[in-house]
């Protein structure tokens, strides 16, 4: 199978290069006609195109958010007209779903967030392709080096790591692995719909905290109070403060299987092999 990727510099692309070794890169600054011209004999396209997400959210790296995921899922979907293209995968992320809500595919209410409309019009853009299209909502990613488990190792490692607030807000999040394997099935059993890619067993930000603490025998006991976040990543910090209790109830119905179900699983994979 041949596929193209837009966004392959990420944690996420570069680890898909690896697995799909045949594959080309399609850049944000790709004209139409350019793109065009790469996808030429390609199986299948995946969108991973995104600015990072974590950052302090000023108003013009709002627009730097909004135009490397809308524009870029525009022009893809305008260069996979006419082309030898079969199955277009874009990404979107858990952040639709509303807070303190237990949610899986069915759930049609989103937030009214920055964040989510930002998802919701993604997705949007991506279903305007007119081959089957798959949208894979992604929760948290956990990667040794990569995703946001590389940028909480640090503290964690020095032993000042500590619960968010209360350590009350969920997060579902999924090993890179598990990551990894879901596009592949999605490609190879030619999915399409709306998948959420997170792992079955979503936890307490407390939960993950003090799994992460026992993986790494290091201590837990310095909380990081919500509004130093919100005083270093302003309106952003909700990605991290926010409570996502999100299911994959879709793929397991699909029949796909988690090799790392549990948080322990996943970090004792990622952190001691």
Request: aromatic share 10%; glycine share 8%.
């Amino acid at each position: 199978m041949k596929i193209a990727i837009n966004g392959a510099s990420g944690f996420v692309g570069t680890k898909l290069r690896e697995i799909f070794p045949d594959h080309v890169i399609i850049h944000r600054d790709d004209s139409v006609t350019l793109i065009q011209d790469k996808l030429n004999g390609v199986d299948l396209f995946i969108n991973l195109a995104g600015a990072p997400i974590i950052k302090r959210w000023s108003k013009s790296y709002k627009k730097v958010l909004f135009e490397s995921r809308i524009q870029s899922t525009q022009k893809a979907v305008l260069a996979l007209k006419g082309s030898s293209v079969k199955h277009f995968i874009s990404t979107s992320a858990i952040g639709i779903y509303p807070d303190d809500k237990t949610c899986d595919e069915t759930c049609k209410d989103f937030d009214d967030s920055f964040l989510a409309n930002l998802a919701v019009q993604w997705e949007e853009e991506a279903k305007m392709a007119t081959i089957p299209t798959t949208i894979l909502r992604f929760g948290i990613v956990l990667g040794r080096d990569g995703g946001a488990l590389a940028q909480m190792l640090t503290p964690f490692r020095f032993g000042v790591g500590g619960i968010i607030g209360d350590g009350k807000m969920m997060m579902s999040w999924i090993d890179i692995d598990d990551l990894l394997g879901i596009i592949k099935f999605v490609a190879e059993n030619k999915l399409v719909g709306t998948f959420n890619a997170c792992a079955p067993q979503p936890v307490s930000n407390y939960v993950f905290t003090k799994t992460l603490g026992k993986v790494l025998e290091k201590p837990t006991i310095f909380p990081l109070p919500e509004f130093v976040l919100q005083l270093i990543f302003g309106e952003a910090a909700s990605v991290l403060t926010g409570s996502k209790e999100i299911y994959p109830k879709a793929l397991q119905d699909a029949g796909f299987t988690f090799a790392y179900q549990t948080i322990e699983q996943s970090l004792k994979h990622l952190l001691q092999s």
